[in-house]
């Protein structure tokens, strides 16, 4: 017999307070935009719209990366963000826009989203063209993600240092952060960390290098506030 928990396997499950760490926002404003509130509608269609427990999937929390880029670079009104997203899904059929390839540009206060093989989805020429400024949104962590077949995000590299990097994958360990290269998820490292008081014995305790469990570190510390032992 199938459970909740079998439909949710290869999304990414989140609670709205743990995407909103990763994603460096506060959890109402992040649960605000995936599910909505009392006082206003979502900005993102939710993968998994309706749940009780207001989860947040792996595409939702990519969403919610470009969301937050938007916002703080150019300080586009929620509405606008919103009314973008619909008009790709209601005219053009694209319910993700912003977890595929894309190139998102302000005309004016105007969202344009321009999809590779999907040029019909945003127009950036016309009447406009010669009276006011196309600009370029620069999505950084564009870069950090990979897309399967179907164009649609399937990993992010959260973090990255040297030849090593934290990966998030809804296909792996329910999508929560982890180091490919130990196999351990980045909270397991900095849990192993508290515990042992130090990195090098918090690898020898979990039999990893001690690289592993600094780039863990350096990951948490990234997010949002130092570790203390």
């Excluded at 063209?129 to 399937?154: G, H, P």
């Excluded at 929560?176 to 918090?202: I, Q, S, W």
Aim: proline share 6%; charged share 25%.
């Amino acid at each position: 017999m199938r459970t909740a928990l079998d439909n949710m396997l290869g999304v990414g499950i989140y609670t709205p307070s743990e995407a909103a760490f990763y994603a460096r926002l506060t959890t109402p404003t992040l649960a605000r935009w995936v599910h909505g509130d009392r006082t206003a509608a979502p900005v993102i269609n939710a993968q998994k719209p309706g749940n009780p427990d207001k989860i947040v999937t792996f595409l939702d929390f990519v969403q919610a990366l470009a969301i937050r880029a938007i916002r703080r670079e150019m300080k586009v009104p929620l509405q606008k963000v919103r009314d973008a997203i619909e008009t790709a899904r209601k005219t053009y059929g694209v319910e993700h826009p912003f977890a595929m390839p894309h190139k998102t540009y302000l005309l004016d206060k105007d969202i344009l989203i321009q999809i590779p093989d999907r040029n019909d989805l945003v127009q950036i020429s016309g009447r406009h063209r010669n009276q006011l400024v196309i600009r370029q949104v620069v999505e950084l962590y564009m870069k950090s993600l990979t897309f399967d077949e179907n164009r649609l995000a399937v990993s992010y590299d959260a973090f990255t240092y040297e030849n090593r990097k934290v990966v998030m994958d809804p296909h792996r360990k329910l999508g929560k952060p982890f180091l490919p290269h130990c196999g351990y998820t980045a909270d397991a490292l900095v849990n192993a960390y508290r515990a042992e008081g130090n990195p090098m014995d918090a690898a020898d305790a979990l039999g990893v290098d001690v690289e592993d469990v600094n780039l863990a570190i350096g990951y948490f510390d990234f997010l949002g506030g130092a570790l203390a032992a």
